[in-house]
């Protein structure tokens, strides 16, 4: 199903009137609250289990007996399907049903998190980490399509949004911190045996809180278009994945992301030809999807570069301990937390295209500010200071990216469009490292390493957004409504 491409009014997302105060701060139900708790308690989830392990794998590697080249796949065994399969679960909520999809999900993540947590072999460890993976798959997509549903377009849904996008970055930041702790306290199975609890004490609400929805026609699902982007997927996070930690030169590497990038050209002709496409082209040529998930793309892939390159930079540099470190980013959540209160009230304001476009340049200036770093004691205050700011920005561009590109969808396609956004955030977690935090690790000086992946780092997020900020452009109609035109037009 095409979506209609002629000017839609945007006038909520890139207003810059500013709504009334009543509208400011929407009054949510009970059932309402409960709703917005256990999604986004199952997209906190998701984001804790990407950090949890992290610190956790040294010991890991010892239990199980796995070397540490062999310890990347406990990372890659969960990033494949969880990034490979989303764009497919998203499409088949949509026909069959958002609910019964993202429930089946969060079974299977508790399920493999319990493999996960009794691992007795690497092997039985990988397999829960990979079924994890896709249960993730299902539940991201579908639970931000039942939220989009949930809450109506406007100060209802930014509001929303503003929760999930503040747990998605606290959950990132809590994992790193509750994985040294945990691992420390009680070894490194309580890590995956804290993804059992959350998922034993979110799954029993779901069933009766949360709503069916799916379209109402059943068009075929595009097999062709599944096999071609879930296989171009896969291929590039294994590419990428694997050359953060063996470079670009291994073989593996190169033939896998050549395969990515044929299998997903291929896809764009299949999609093209298809009368029922996984992902509809004229929805990708709405600036709004094709702009957003750009700042989208950059936000995610250069932010989780900053966090790699500082966790090396306050450990290798400056000697601090892993605890000392996590508390670094401790503030950084604690102000992302900050940051998602106010977003959805900044948004009201200046509309979300020109939030994204703020957030965006505010990322790239104190990212830039990092170059300061050097040997020094007093840079941990530099590094805390600009890190928890820059990811206030960081915040502000994840919640506004998202509600620009699902803004104006059409309810039965909602799971495609968020579909994209969150292939977006796993492709930019993704890539990011590969491609240059890879420069830090691999220079003569870590140092000098760290100050080029810092520099590069600030570029391309300020040049993004230029890039968004011109390709969001919109003009008013005699009517006064905002109007984005599609990609192509004049």
């Known amino acids: 199903m095409a979506i209609d491409t002629r000017p839609t009014d945007l006038r909520h997302p890139d207003s810059s009137s500013p709504l009334s105060p009543s509208s400011d701060t929407p009054r949510l139900s009970t059932r309402d609250r409960l709703v917005l708790f256990v999604l986004c308690a199952a997209q906190f989830m998701v984001a804790l289990d990407f950090s949890v392990l992290n610190v956790a794998l040294p010991a890991l590697g010892t239990d199980l007996g796995m070397s540490t080249s062999a310890l990347q796949w406990a990372v890659t065994a969960f990033a494949l399907p969880s990034g490979g399969f989303l764009l497919l679960f998203g499409r088949i909520g949509d026909l069959f049903g958002r609910r019964r999809l993202f429930l089946t999900g969060l079974a299977l993540f508790g399920a493999a998190s319990l493999l996960a947590t009794l691992a007795w072999d690497p092997a039985s460890f990988l397999t829960g980490r990979a079924l994890q993976g896709l249960g993730a798959a299902a539940i991201v997509p579908t639970g931000m399509s039942l939220l989009t549903t949930t809450f109506a377009e406007g100060p209802a849904r930014d509001r929303a949004l503003g929760i999930s996008g503040t747990l998605l970055s606290l959950g990132f930041t809590i994992g790193m911190i509750a994985g ?3 691992t420390d306290a009680l070894g490194w199975r309580s890590t995956m045996g804290l993804l059992t609890l959350c998922t034993v004490l979110v799954l029993p609400l779901a069933p009766g809180l949360l709503p069916e929805s799916r379209t109402p ?8 278009g599944a096999v071609t982007v879930t296989g171009g997927l896969l291929s590039l996070i294994y590419a ?3 050359a953060a930690d063996h470079g670009f030169a291994r073989p593996d590497v190169i033939v896998t992301l050549i395969a990515g990038l044929a299998l997903l050209t ?12 996984l992902v509809s082209l004229p929805m990708l040529r709405r ?3 094709a702009w957003g998930n750009l700042g989208g793309l950059v936000t995610f892939s250069m932010m989780s570069t900053v966090v790699f390159v500082l966790t090396l930079y306050l450990q290798e540099v400056l000697d601090l301990s892993a605890f000392r470190t996590g508390l670094v980013f401790g503030v950084q959540g604690l102000l992302s937390a900050v940051a998602g209160t106010f977003a959805p009230k900044v948004i009201g304001r200046l509309g979300a295209r020109r939030t994204l476009v703020a957030s965006l340049t505010g990322q790239g200036l104190l990212i830039a500010t990092l170059l300061g770093l050097d040997e020094s004691g007093r840079s ?6 600009a890190v928890a700011l820059a990811s206030m920005c960081h915040l502000g561009a994840i919640i506004s990216y998202g509600l620009t590109v699902t803004s104006g969808v059409p309810d039965e396609e909602q799971g495609l469009a968020t579909g994209l956004v969150t292939s977006t955030q796993q492709v930019g977690i993704t890539v990011g490292i590969p491609l240059l935090g890879v420069l830090a690790t691999t220079s003569d000086s870590l140092l000098a390493g760290v100050h080029l992946v810092l520099a590069l780092d600030a570029a391309i997020v300020l040049a993004a957004a230029v890039l968004v900020g011109l390709g969001l452009r919109t003009r008013r109609t005699a009517s006064g409504a905002v109007e984005t ?5 004049r």
């Open 266 to 277: 291929a896809f764009a002709v299949v999609e093209s030809r298809s009368a029922a496409p």
């Open 240 to 242: 990428l994945s694997t």
């Open 180 to 182: 040294g702790v945990l």
């Open 217 to 224: 026609e059943r068009p075929r699902l595009d097999v062709p």
């Open 485 to 489: 035109e599609p990609l192509g037009s």
């Open 380 to 385: 941990v205050w530099l590094a805390t200071a």
């Open 287 to 289: 600036r709004t999807v």
